[in-house]
């Protein structure tokens, strides 16, 4: 029944459909990721933004629910506890990890070793391509209209350009939300569809509600928009009155803001001031224009805290795709997961149709121009 649904994706992951639910900090915990796997779908942990001592919790607990480690833990390299989420990946024997800016070869070798399946996250064409240099196993593209950080590209011309250029099943990300994006992908040539403003949109997300709230107001695709200012980076989100105040507030306004947030997020990690120290150094050393950057940086667990735990969604930022645009309720994962699968299902059963149809020869398949056939 499922056919078209049994891809290289559902083969390497093990999940019953193509569909993804990414990291997203504060949003992919451990319930969020039983929900999808319970569901058919594979999950991932947001492990940048657990707190170290409740990593090994949070792992534990997916997968004495679902009764194996067939998920995924996200992290990036350049965060505090980038080694812990790599031991603990291998020492759960996880499914997969995915990153965005990401490991060197030893630790990719480390990986390959334990078969934790490597899932890099890319924006641009020549990031897939250093991507699979440095051994991915499969690559997720996110396109420019998907939430958080993101790049300049949409998915309508990324996952084209990468699929004709590297050899490992492609997964796309960036303003999926529909059976019918799932099906255009499939018949490209993707293996599945990864989300994650749908699945932050979930009765199963543990967003509070006045901040989903202002996810479901949004109506127009244009008030989820990219900036720059919080991190130097693109950084799509909603429209808010504290983005609005950071990109107002000039460079030496941005800087005071970003050292009280880095001050907050030292208290609250316990980071102690050698180790900041040691980041800034670094970042001085390897790029000194980077330094205001690694400042502002450390704005964005503090400003998505904000808004994504406190519930303060104008005091803090809201990372977002614009596909919130076109989602306006809350489902269950079973909902998003099952509605996804059986219109993609629909979509490609009526394109097999309609080729079969033009396949076989008959007066009223030609139009009136053709003639009849001879
Ligand atoms: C609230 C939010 C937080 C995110 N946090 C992370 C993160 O911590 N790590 C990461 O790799 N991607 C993060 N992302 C990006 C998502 O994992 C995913 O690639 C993106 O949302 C896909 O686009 P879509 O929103 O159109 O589905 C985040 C996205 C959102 C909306």
Not at 195 to 206: D, I
């Amino acid at each position: 029944m499922n056919h078209w649904l049994n891809t290289p994706l559902t083969e390497a992951l093990g999940c019953r459909y193509p569909i993804v639910q990414t990291a997203m900090g504060w949003v992919a915990d451990a319930n969020l990721v039983i929900a999808t796997t319970e569901a058919g779908g594979f999950g991932f942990l947001a492990g940048a933004t657990i707190p170290s001592d409740e990593l090994e919790v949070q792992i534990r607990k997916v997968i004495d629910a679902t009764g194996g480690s067939n998920f995924g833990l996200n992290f990036h390299m350049f965060q505090d506890n980038a080694n812990q989420c790599v031991d603990l990946a291998i020492k759960y024997r996880l499914r997969a990890v995915s990153y965005g800016r990401g490991p060197d070869k030893q630790t990719i070798a480390r990986f390959k070793a334990a078969k934790v399946l490597c899932i890099p996250t890319v924006g641009a064409l020549k990031h897939a391509l250093k991507a699979v240099e440095l051994g991915a196993d499969l690559i997720t593209l996110q396109g420019g209209e998907g939430g958080g950080h993101t790049g300049g590209v949409p998915s309508s011309i990324l996952l084209p350009q990468v699929l004709a250029a590297v050899n490992l099943p492609v997964i796309a990300a960036g303003g999926y939300a529909t059976g019918r994006g799932l099906a255009s992908v499939l018949a490209a040539g993707g293996c599945g569809i990864a989300m994650g403003t749908r699945f932050l949109m979930t009765r199963e997300s543990p967003t509070p509600a006045a901040t989903l709230e202002r996810y479901l107001k949004v109506s127009d695709p244009q008030q989820v928009r990219v900036t720059t200012a919080v991190d130097g980076m693109r950084h799509r989100m909603i429209e808010n009155r504290f983005i609005n105040h950071l990109e107002q507030a000039g460079p030496f306004g941005r800087l005071r803001i970003a050292l009280g947030s880095a001050w907050q997020w030292k208290q609250q990690t316990g980071m102690s001031l050698g180790h900041m120290a040691s980041v800034f150094m670094r970042a001085l050393r390897e790029d000194p224009s980077a330094l205001s950057q690694v400042v502002m940086a450390a704005n964005q667990p503090v400003l998505l805290q904000r808004s994504m735990v406190e519930g303060l969604p104008d005091d803090g930022i809201l990372p977002s795709g614009q596909v919130a645009a076109a989602i306006s309720e809350l489902l269950s994962c079973r909902e998003v997961i099952e509605g996804i699968a059986n219109e993609a299902q629909q979509c490609l059963d009526a394109l097999l149709v309609r080729s079969q149809a033009s396949a076989e020869p008959s007066p009223s398949n030609y139009p009136a121009s053709v003639g009849e056939p001879q």
